[in-house]
């Protein structure tokens, strides 16, 4: 009967250890696993919906400092978001004498610290709807919710939303967003 009992209470534990494991793990993005042991570089150069920003980050200069150890929130936008801009943005932004503008837009899009969807939500509920936060650039991003979903508005008036939420990182955490963020 104890051997009994001691094998059932070995099996519960295994089975909450492995739903903790589960539970821990990134959400895909793209369709490519992330890995929360991996830097926001490491895990944006594996995904596939991230090339644009991933080549953008390098032509800025930008991979060291994210590859820190932060820890940074990153909105990241997806190479559909960057294909919203006006023809001919994307390429105009990475060519040497447009490095600043570049790395001023991609900064706008950090924020310091580990922030997620769910202190997110917390803050703009706090904030009687909407919570404003001071990017990596000196900018601010305002954050609202609708419909359970978290919505980015920036100093420009435009607004992106959180498609991918709590891509946990090593020196940080990344939220996918559909739309570039423009500061002022």
Do not use: R
Not at 42 to 64: C, E
């Amino acid at each position: 009967m104890n051997k009994s009992f001691l094998t059932l209470m070995a099996g519960a534990a295994l089975a909450i250890t492995s739903m903790s494991a589960s539970a821990q793990k990134d959400p895909m993005v793209g369709g490519a696993e992330m890995f929360p042991s991996k830097t926001i570089v490491a895990n944006a150069v594996n995904s596939p919906i991230h090339k644009t920003l991933v080549a953008a980050v390098k032509a800025a200069g930008l991979v060291d400092t994210l590859n820190s150890a932060g820890p940074f929130t990153v909105f990241a936008p997806t190479d559909d978001a960057f294909g919203k801009l006006p023809a001919g943005t994307v390429d105009t932004l990475v060519k040497p004498e447009n490095i600043d503008t570049l790395k001023k837009i991609l900064t706008y899009h950090v924020v310091a610290g580990k922030i997620s969807s769910k202190d997110l939500k917390a803050w703009i509920k706090k904030g009687n709807g909407k919570y404003m936060a001071k990017t990596v650039e000196g900018g601010t991003l305002t954050f609202t919710e609708d419909m359970g979903k978290i919505k980015i508005t920036d100093e420009k008036g435009g607004s992106a939303w959180v498609t991918t939420a709590d891509v946990f990182q090593s020196n940080g955490v990344i939220h996918v967003i559909d739309t570039v963020l423009m500061p002022a």
